[in-house]
């Protein structure tokens, strides 16, 4: 089955540009009709998706984040990757990354689980000011 592995720094100092990795294993990120997404969850909020990547290299996003936001892909090595730029303390968050989101993209509702196939462990990120 398809396995997800977040990798990145654990802090970033305000105004820098967090980078994650995502590292896909057991499906290829190219495989017809299948998203991958970025969300996060704040401490003591709700989970936000942020946006994803098609199979075919297509991106959406969050209306709120798109101007900070970039996903991108890297087929070789079957990952894709998730910058945000000029980050303050309410980024902080755990961030993940998971398969699917055609749904949320679609209707830009608050994400369910259940719209997500798959889900990497998360991974802990914390902006100093």
């Known amino acids: 089955q398809v396995q997800l592995v977040e990798s990145g720094p654990g802090l970033v100092q305000a105004s820098q540009t967090l980078s994650l990795t995502c590292t896909v294993s057991?499906?290829?990120?190219?495989?017809?009709?299948?998203?991958w997404s970025w969300l996060r969850q704040p401490p003591g909020k709700g989970l936000e998706w942020m946006g994803a990547i098609s199979y075919s290299g297509n991106t959406g996003y969050m209306p709120f984040l798109k101007s900070r936001t970039s996903i991108s892909r890297d087929t070789s090595k079957n990952q894709f990757t998730l910058q945000l730029t000029s980050v303050t303390p309410e980024d902080t968050a755990m961030y993940y990354c998971?398969?699917?989101?055609?749904?949320?993209?679609?209707?830009?509702?608050?994400?369910?689980?259940?719209?997500?196939?798959?889900w990497g462990q998360g991974t802990q990120v914390t902006v100093s000011s």
């Open positions: 998971a398969q699917g989101g055609t749904v949320t993209l679609a209707t830009m509702r608050k994400p369910r689980i259940a719209d997500f196939s798959s």
């Open positions: 057991g499906g290829s990120i190219t495989t017809n009709d299948y998203y």
